[in-house]
């Protein structure tokens, strides 16, 4: 099973349809601790890359590419700059491919992480989107049905939130009401649950 450009542009539509709708929630959320803006920057990186992904694609490179570009014109905020961090990392990664294999998904997803701890200097443990694509990372490895992928990212997803609903935020403005956090879900945590609910 693989995944072309005009595949992973769909996944990606479906994924900004879900940002834009959660902006709201993830707002409110992001109030609770931090500048209450989650939601407004997810909304503007999501509505520049539906611009972007309306166009024609010649790999999943120029895919990446579109979005880190949506992404980094949509917002100065620390959350829209990883994400596009995360796609210009994606779009070098894969910029020999035509189409991706289930097989891929894995080590993308490494990459990803390696690049967001260098740039945002926030490690695993942190309770951040860090952990949840950590938690997606290593449930990719154990697949072997590529189908069942989308579900089980999810699963993976949902467990990080509940490990680490209990513990403090350490990194980000949430880190100075570190006691407080502790019982609240990390907004940037949720966003990846909404994201890739399908």
């Keep these: ?11 990606l539509g479906g994924c900004v349809d879900r940002m834009i ?5 993830l707002n409110a959320l992001d109030g609770q601790l931090g500048d209450g803006d989650l939601g407004a920057t997810l909304e503007k990186c999501g509505r520049l890359m539906q611009d972007g992904l309306a166009g024609e694609a010649d790999s999943p490179a120029d895919v990446f590419k579109v979005c880190a570009m949506a992404c980094t014109r949509a917002s100065g905020s620390s959350f829209g700059t990883l ?3 995360a796609f210009m990392t994606l779009a070098k990664e894969t910029k020999d491919k035509n189409d991706l294999a289930c097989g891929d998904v894995e080590p ?3 990459k990803v992480i390696e690049s967001l701890i260098a740039r945002g200097k926030a490690s695993l443990g942190d309770k951040t989107v860090l952990d949840s694509l950590e938690a997606i990372r290593l449930a990719a490895a154990e697949l072997s049905d590529c189908a069942a ?3 089980a990212a999810l ?5 990080a939130l509940d490990e680490y609903r209990d513990k403090p935020n350490k990194i ?8 407080k956090s502790v019982g ?6 949720v966003a990846v649950v909404r994201i890739i609910v399908t």
Excluded: T, Y
């Design 1 to 11: 099973m693989s995944w072309d450009s005009k595949d992973i542009q769909n996944w």
């Design 21 to 25: 709708a959660a902006a709201p929630e």
């Design 149 to 151: 992928l989308p579900a």
């Design 184 to 189: 609240m879900d990390d907004p940037g945590m």
């Design 155 to 159: 699963v993976a997803a949902k467990s």
């Design 108 to 110: 993308l997803l490494g």
């Design 172 to 179: 980000g403005r949430a880190r100075m009401f570190a006691e």
């Design 83 to 85: 994400m596009a961090v």
